[in-house]
């Protein structure tokens, strides 16, 4: 069976495969690393760890074939540069329009509670953030709707739901009050149709939550309100106190749904997490504090005060880190995993509730049979003079082309001395690199080692073996293609099929 063929089996498999029971956490698995575990690697540690759903950014075919009969529950995502070509014409968008003006809602159990059959496709991800510009203000719902007339087409309408992860911020409270949640004003009228769209096909409205922004964006923000262990500073909202961030972020957006006539939607965290490193706020500690805390607040079962006794279902953020993630928003960044890049524990976190019922006891398992490239360093020269203006350079060259995120303030790294930096640099950009030896030259100026020269809490990476990395990263077909496929099949409407035809005949050749 040609390639084509067989990613768009694998996907049509993996959303209407036989439904099993799922337990209410699942991880968000991002690829955005220079050696990434083999996804077969990757399937069994979610396994191993009890995680039996998963949500996708931009999946590979790889990783698809390799969750295929993982019997793992996946939310499918979609890239925000995608959202364009998936949006259709102007007439496509009207028609599809008019069709969910007039389709009814389906009736659901009180707060539209997520059946354990489906599984979803999310349309982008956070395109409503405001430092995007607008850019995706006119192509992510229409995107939304053509994906689910695709769905409803092929059959699959009832089994897989279209959602769009938002981040927090497109909900607020003038007051601070969770109760007097709305929709933020400049979207507030493409929320509503949103919100509308999400209620007529039973798909939950996802949110990515995150107490750590909070934090980092507000020196001022008390620490302990961003746990959940109780607060000297709790917000008091008429007969109801919260004691922590996140019931309160989720209760103004179940506030702002139900201001709006939308009450009964479910609400699915799409992102949640603490980050261990880039950040003097980010660290194991913190990290597995609140996630704990946050894991044992999903078992409690008590829900949320606007949601009382409504399991919280959510996505931690996330399983691995990713050393080629946008530092933009901070060095912290690259650092949301529980799992180290080889898929190391960072510390030990309970998972309760997995697959088999047993969650992973307790105890974090790492990723079984990693490869890695050989026992050799790269660090500075010890005759070389670190004040040389070279060594300055050199090290702003290793840094932009590899990952220095460690280095800093009360980060892993933060306590190395002058000349410990300089290495630490020269040794990220020597494994990114893959060992070679040219990567470890810097104009005469390093030299390898088979000494560890990790000291304390800063580790210096070795990194996976190229041919356990290559077979993952190379070779594979982006959900860019597969869902080109999925378009042209499925989607009976004339202008999607002569708007994807061209992608699809591209994504044939590459295999031919």
Not at 180 to 207: E, K
Not at 407 to 416: A, F, H, P, Q
């Given at each position: ?82 959202l364009a070509d ?232 996330s399983l691995i ?56 360093w790269c660090v ?133």
């Amino acid at each position: 069976m040609s390639a084509p063929a067989t990613a768009v089996l694998v996907l049509v498999a993996l959303l209407s495969c036989a439904a099993r029971r799922s337990c209410a956490i699942g991880v968000n698995w991002g690829t955005q690393l220079s050696h990434p575990l083999p996804p077969s690697t990757v399937v069994r540690l979610l396994q191993d760890n009890g995680f039996d759903k998963v949500k996708l950014f931009d999946a590979e075919d790889s990783i698809l074939t390799a969750l295929r009969k993982s019997g793992i529950q996946v939310m499918v995502g979609i890239p925000n540069d995608m959202l364009a070509d998936l949006a259709g014409n102007a007439q496509g968008r009207r028609e599809l329009g008019r069709q969910e003006r007039h389709r009814p809602r389906p009736r659901r159990r009180r707060h539209q509670v997520i059946e354990e059959r489906e599984r979803y496709v999310a349309v982008g991800n956070e395109p409503f953030l405001t430092t995007f510009n607008g850019t995706y203000l006119n192509t992510t719902f229409p995107a939304m709707q053509n994906i689910q007339s695709a769905l409803v087409k092929a059959g699959l309408g009832d089994k897989v739901k279209v959602t769009v992860p938002l981040n927090a911020d497109v909900y607020e409270s003038s007051t601070g009050k969770p109760s007097d949640g709305d929709f933020r004003a400049d979207i507030h009228g493409l929320m509503l149709t949103i919100v509308q769209f999400l209620a007529s096909t039973g798909a939950p409205f996802v949110a990515n939550v995150y107490p750590f922004i909070s934090l980092y964006s507000d020196p001022n923000f008390p620490l302990d309100y961003a746990f959940f262990q109780g607060t000297s500073s709790p917000v008091v909202d008429g007969g109801v106190t919260y004691q922590n961030t996140f019931d309160a972020n989720h209760d103004t957006l179940v506030a702002a749904l139900k201001r709006n006539g939308f009450g009964n939607v479910s609400v699915v965290v799409g992102e949640v997490g603490w980050p261990t490193d880039g950040d003097a706020n980010a660290n194991p500690d913190y990290a597995r504090r609140f996630n704990q805390g946050f894991l044992s607040h999903v078992a409690s079962g008590q829900g949320t005060p606007l949601r009382p006794g409504v399991p919280v279902d959510a996505y931690l953020f996330s399983l691995i880190d990713e050393d080629q993630k946008s530092i933009q928003p901070g060095n912290f960044e690259r650092h949301w995993g529980i799992f180290f890049y080889d898929g190391t524990p960072k510390y030990q976190l309970s998972i309760a509730g997995g697959g088999n019922g047993n969650g992973n006891g307790g105890t974090l398992k790492p990723a079984r049979g990693v490869q890695y490239l050989n026992k050799k360093w790269c660090v500075l020269k010890p005759s070389v003079n670190v004040d040389d203006q070279k060594v300055g350079d050199s090290v702003s060259y290793a840094c932009g082309l590899a990952d220095c995120t460690e280095l800093g303030y009360k980060t892993s790294c933060g306590g190395l001395d002058a000349r410990g930096n300089v290495s630490y640099a020269y040794n990220s950009f020597y494994q990114i690199n893959d060992q070679d030896q040219q990567a470890c030259n810097f104009g005469g100026l390093a030299t390898t080692t088979n000494v560890d020269p990790s000291a304390g809490t800063c580790r210096f990476n070795i990194e996976i073996a190229v041919t356990a990395a290559a077979a993952a990263a190379h070779g594979t077909t982006t959900l860019k293609g597969v869902a080109a496929v999925i378009a042209v099949l499925f989607c009976r409407c004339s202008e999607l099929v002569d708007r994807f035809r061209p992608s699809f005949i591209a994504f044939l050749r590459g295999f031919l």
